[in-house]
């Protein structure tokens, strides 16, 4: 963790704002100091502020006199680094990419197999993959929810049959 105090025997230095820090933040008040934990990048931040801290003044670190002295110089390079560059420059966050429908479809047959193959009823199966809620509401000897268990082991026996290769190919189960 960084703590920040105010700098009165320099100007000009860099002036901490929590909006220059990328990504979602968490403020906390231990009672004494106001704390910021944010992630940048792959890395957490921590930030103790000490009073006195503002978009105005300059700020200096307190480092605490420990063997780890080369993390903190890291981490005050690090959050240096941070508050001199500009949001253009900041490393984005990876954009996750949803799985499509025939995915998840996939997903679903191969894990309505495993409980199959495991010896599990299709209503067990059933809740597994939809849910306790989703199968008493709509479970029943002729359900749309029992046929798409049945479509499923189906599906992925066909898989295990040799199916497989169509999903691998060119043109393929799509």
Not at 4 to 30: C, E, N, Q, Y
Not at 81 to 99: C, E, F, H, I
Not at 106 to 120: C, E, F, I, K, T
Request: charged fraction near 25%.
């Amino acid at each position: 963790m960084l703590r920040l105090i105010r700098d009165d025997a320099s100007s000009g230095g860099p002036t901490f704002s929590v909006w220059r820090i990328a990504g979602p933040k968490r403020v906390d008040h231990d009672g004494v100091h106001l704390r910021v934990a944010c992630r940048v990048g792959f890395r957490s931040l921590r930030v103790s502020l000490g009073p006195g801290i503002d978009a105005e003044r300059s700020f200096a670190y307190a480092v605490s006199s420990s063997a780890r002295l080369r993390e903190h110089f890291q981490l005050v390079s690090a959050f240096t680094t941070l508050m001199k560059s500009d949001a253009s420059s900041r490393p984005r966050r990876l954009r996750v990419v949803r799985p499509t429908r025939i995915a998840v479809m996939h997903m679903r047959a191969l894990q309505a197999l495993d409980g199959a193959q495991a010896g599990a009823s299709q209503r067990e199966i059933a809740s597994v993959l939809f849910g306790e809620d989703v199968v008493a509401a709509r479970w029943g000897t002729d359900s749309e929810l029992r046929a798409q268990v049945r479509h499923l082991i189906r599906r992925a026996r066909a898989y295990m049959r040799g199916g497989y290769r169509r999903l691998v190919t060119v043109g393929g189960d799509r």
